[in-house]
């Protein structure tokens, strides 16, 4: 049992759905990063979290995971390219932590996949730009949003 006292359900706004995010472009930026085991146990990865900062998906998150170190190496191949790609869209060529790649906007790539295990829709990311890029792909309630100039697109 847990003591709940004190605790209000009427000031508490309802929980939101957490269906995939529409296909398309969206302003975000990396809030955290970390180096986790994979699931085999015989690698690691950087797992990034990215937050949207704009539009009507704003504070919705994203990760990517980038197998680093891993035995297979076309799997570290593709990793390192993705890191590079996120590296140069927020403008920091030669990281020594992670945590340098955080906090600076830039522009997602998402796509929507089935996932295999439960069927459902997930996101992934399929690639990263500079935030100021302009994008012919994003969501057209993001294109309306985008309009409002965010500070950072200035």
């Not at 995010?21 to 180096?35: C, F, H, R, V």
């Not at 146990?41 to 990760?63: A, M, S």
């Not at 790609?85 to 955080?102: F, T």
């Amino acid at each position: 049992m847990a003591n709940l006292e004190g605790f209000d359900a009427t000031e508490q706004d309802s929980m939101r759905s957490f269906e995939a995010l529409p296909k398309g472009d969206y302003i975000a930026m990396a809030t955290e990063s970390e180096m986790k085991p994979t699931k085999a146990g015989n690698g690691n990865y950087l797992q990034i979290t990215f937050k949207v900062v704009d539009g009507p998906h704003k504070d919705r998150q994203i990760w990517a995971r980038l197998n680093l170190d891993n035995p297979n190496k076309t799997a570290v191949e593709i990793a390192q390219r993705e890191l590079g790609d996120i590296c140069k869209a927020v403008g920091v060529l030669r990281p020594k932590d992670s945590s340098e790649l955080h906090g600076i906007p830039l522009r997602l790539k998402v796509g929507v996949e089935k996932r295999k295990d439960t069927g459902e829709f997930s996101n992934k990311i399929t690639g990263y730009e500079p935030a100021n890029a302009a994008s012919s792909n994003a969501p057209a309630q993001a294109q309306a949003s985008a309009a409002s100039n965010p500070p950072w697109a200035s």
